[in-house]
């Protein structure tokens, strides 16, 4: 690949990790990259969780170091994603997508109305003293969308972001980073079955992976220091930007 390329690519990947560490959705600028590079599009989408695996990662660890890990939250919700991930993966190859390309629009615009109805949505942590039902409802919810994202994918950071905030009391900041660790753990078994298959561009994949981490590191501060202020309307545009995608842009 031309050196430009690389260096338009890194440009986008350092991107779709500031806004991923916020907001989730840092996949509706990197592959898009991607495939403008000329990448056909199994290489771009193993390609592309490289990147976005490590960028999620970093952004983890910034998240834990600050306190907003939620561990008996994020642990169940993280490992049922990844048993999750495998089994929606699984469905794909037997199930057309075609029917989820017609409903995920519609509950990307329910989620979005939900969101900004209500002016004080995620503004304030009410997470404090979980109920003992919290750790199946984590699992649930980690082994659900894991699936989604194993099956078809767009929206996952921010689904788990809109649940984690309803089901939980979390504000935005602390939802964001406990979506971060089942966004990891689903990311591991898609990323596992490009690699085998030889679908990565490791020369391309590392670069871009060391821009996506500093990326991820610097939106993972930004979210702790401003909190909804920034994450809210961020979101806001992740979900919009999904819904043109899907509306306009689907295969």
């Given at each position: 690949?031309?050196?430009?390329?690389?260096?338009?690519?890194?440009?986008?990947?350092?991107?779709?990790?500031?806004?991923?560490?916020?907001?989730?959705?840092?996949?509706?600028?990197?592959?898009?990259?991607?495939?403008?590079?000329?990448?056909?599009?199994?290489?771009?989408?193993?390609?592309?969780?490289?990147?976005s695996f490590a960028g999620t990662a970093f952004s983890v660890i910034r998240y834990q170091r600050e306190g907003y890990l939620h561990k008996p939250i994020a642990v169940p919700?993280?490992?049922?994603?990844?048993?999750?991930?495998?089994?929606?993966?699984?469905?794909?190859?037997?199930?057309?997508?075609?029917?989820?390309?017609?409903?995920?629009?519609?509950?990307?615009?329910?989620?979005?109305?939900?969101?900004?109805?209500?002016?004080?949505?995620?503004?304030?942590?009410?997470?404090?003293?979980?109920?003992?039902?919290?750790?199946?409802?984590?699992?649930?919810?980690?082994?659900?969308?894991?699936?989604?994202?194993?099956?078809?994918?767009?929206?996952?950071?921010?689904?788990?972001?809109?649940?984690?905030?309803?089901?939980?009391?979390?504000?935005?900041?602390?939802?964001?980073?406990?979506?971060?660790?089942?966004?990891?753990?689903?990311?591991?078994?898609?990323?596992?079955?490009?690699?085998?298959?030889?679908?990565?561009?490791?020369?391309?994949?590392?670069?871009?992976?060391?821009?996506?981490?500093?990326?991820?590191?610097?939106?993972?501060?930004?979210?702790?220091?401003?909190?909804?202020?920034?994450?809210?309307?961020?979101?806001?545009?992740?979900?919009?930007?999904?819904?043109?995608?899907?509306?306009?842009?689907?295969?």
């Open positions: 690949m031309h050196q430009g390329w690389v260096f338009f690519l890194c440009g986008a990947a350092f991107f779709a990790g500031l806004v991923d560490a916020v907001a989730g959705g840092g996949g509706l600028i990197s592959l898009p990259a991607l495939l403008a590079a000329g990448v056909p599009p199994h290489l771009a989408l193993g390609t592309n969780k490289v990147q919700a993280a490992c049922a994603a990844l048993v999750g991930s495998f089994l929606g993966a699984r469905l794909a190859m037997a199930v057309p997508g075609r029917y989820l390309e017609h409903l995920v629009p519609w509950i990307l615009v329910g989620v979005g109305v939900f969101t900004f109805a209500r002016p004080g949505f995620g503004e304030v942590d009410r997470s404090a003293g979980q109920k003992q039902g919290s750790v199946l409802t984590a699992g649930l919810i980690g082994l659900f969308l894991g699936c989604y994202d194993g099956f078809f994918g767009p929206g996952t950071g921010s689904f788990l972001i809109f649940f984690f905030v309803i089901l939980f009391g979390f504000g935005f900041v602390r939802a964001s980073a406990n979506a971060k660790p089942v966004n990891l753990a689903s990311n591991i078994a898609a990323l596992a079955a490009f690699a085998a298959a030889g679908e990565v561009m490791w020369r391309t994949a590392w670069p871009m992976a060391l821009a996506n981490i500093a990326g991820n590191w610097l939106g993972a501060g930004l979210a702790v220091k401003r909190g909804a202020r920034v994450i809210k309307p961020l979101f806001g545009l992740v979900l919009a930007g999904l819904l043109v995608k899907l509306l306009f842009f689907s295969s």
